[in-house]
């Protein structure tokens, strides 16, 4: 499925081109072709699904080629509910990024800061508002929002609107809303209470479920490094010296990041591209293309970026760095072991990332292999002074070992444990 399928218009493709997305994401395949014909949807799906294009897009369709408000006037006419801030900020930069090519404005209000930057941006007038609660009613109450003319309703993550106490505001907001209108309801999980609230703000909805990613492909082989930041460059390069692993997908959370790796990679002959949201579309291809080929060893990617390359019997995933989302990491390493193949996935945890490990743990309900025999190993645990001595004893003896073989070896063969007899 392409967004030409989904018959958007021309000012939001070219959008779309201009933020490099390649293909819809499944809950966009899903929700937008129902959006666009006016129907009320009950989305089960969690942050990095993509869900907020596929709402943002459909409404700025409509807004767009709709009939116009009357001459003068620029009542708002559509409403996003969301829990937080960063969220309300992350949605009113989506809208802003997918309707650039539109004349259609939005603005974003919540608490915490003052209200005038706010309050000035209503006067002025908006399409589509994006809104914290508490701060929505602050301001209804004050006179400066009317919501009698909204003909688009989204409630975002419901399940964490009520979780954080949202409920009675809610309701207040909702009792203000037109009958007539179209309403959309995303929220993680669906509990009875969430189901029940739907009901209330739903009518006859398409229901739509993106599966939240679980469980991990039985396929692929997990692998876990401990170690600390500043030896993160030279374990992956250590990692890399496995001649099996002619062919690596690499994850890094920044573009920037991604950029270092590529040329710490670089400095040491090991060829390696990035793609990341800053480069064209062109160097993306590219890069891609002499993975593919085989012309360069690593390809390292952001998490955005990685999304709708097709990279066939992939086999080696590595986390440079551990996502906090503990779905990324599925998501990151089902790149692996693709149709049946066998996958293997490395992450390099530095101590700040533990905590991410004891989630992404918890969400596949297994425990990931630690390597325990490598020449990096993480330092900054806490342990008793004495610990520490005989610790940093046997770390600088197994160093001194990696950089004696090195020399012995010139670098040509890897020492360490080798995947491949790993394997099943
Ligand atoms: P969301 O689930 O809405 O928080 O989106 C997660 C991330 O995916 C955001 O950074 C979006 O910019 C990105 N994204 C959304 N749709 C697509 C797409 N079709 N292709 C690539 N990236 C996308």
């Not at 459909?58 to 829990?83: N, W």
């Not at 106490?165 to 037109?178: M, S, T, Y």
Request: positive net charge.
């Amino acid at each position: 499925m392409t967004f030409e399928q989904l018959e958007l218009i021309a000012p939001i493709q070219q959008a779309l081109k201009d933020e490099n997305y390649v293909a819809p994401t499944p809950i966009q395949v899903q929700a937008i072709p129902y959006l666009l014909k006016g129907r009320d949807i009950l989305a089960s799906a969690q942050t990095g699904t993509g869900k907020t294009a596929a709402f943002a897009i459909p409404i700025l369709q409509h807004l767009v080629s709709g009939p116009p408000p009357p001459r003068g006037l620029r009542p708002i006419r559509a409403l996003i509910l969301t829990p937080t801030r960063e969220l309300a900020i992350q949605i009113g930069e989506s809208l802003n990024a997918y309707g650039r090519h539109t004349k259609i404005r939005n603005t974003v209000i919540f608490g915490g800061v003052n209200q005038n930057k706010q309050t000035q941006a209503l006067r002025r007038g908006v399409d589509i508002l994006v809104a914290t609660p508490g701060r929505l009613l602050d301001l209804m109450n004050q006179g400066y929002i009317h919501l009698d003319t909204i003909e688009y309703f989204v409630l975002d993550e419901a399940d964490r609107m009520l979780d954080m106490g949202f409920i009675h505001d809610i309701r207040k907001v909702l009792a203000e809303l037109p009958r007539q209108r179209q309403s959309l309801f995303f929220s993680a999980t669906m509990p009875d209470t969430i189901v029940s609230l739907s009901r209330k703000i739903l009518t006859d909805p398409v229901k739509i479920a993106v599966s939240p990613v679980s469980s991990t492909a039985e396929t692929i082989q997990q692998y876990l490094y401990l170690t600390n930041k500043s030896s993160k460059p030279e374990l992956l390069f250590h990692i890399l010296k496995d001649p099996e692993m002619d062919q690596v997908l690499l994850f890094s959370r920044t573009k920037h990041g991604a950029d270092r790796i590529c040329k710490n990679l670089g400095k040491k002959h090991i060829g390696a591209a990035a793609i990341h949201g800053n480069k064209s579309q062109n160097q993306r291809q590219k890069a891609l293309k002499d993975f593919k080929e085989g012309r360069v060893r690593v390809l390292v990617a952001t998490d955005i970026a990685s999304r709708g390359i097709d990279i066939d019997q992939l086999r080696y995933v590595v986390n440079y760095d551990i996502p906090n989302e503990p779905e990324t990491y599925v998501h990151r390493i089902g790149r692996s072991g693709r149709a049946g193949e066998e996958g293997i996935s490395i992450s390099l945890c530095e101590p700040e990332e533990n905590e991410y490990i004891r989630s992404i743990e918890k969400l596949i309900d297994q425990r990931i292999e630690r390597v325990e025999d490598h020449p990096f190993p993480q330092t900054d645990s806490p342990m008793t002074a004495e610990e520490k001595r005989a610790f940093e004893k046997e770390k600088a003896r197994k160093r001194q070992e990696y950089f004696e073989s090195r020399r012995k070896n010139k670098g040509n063969r890897d020492t360490g444990r080798g995947y491949k007899r790993n394997k099943r």
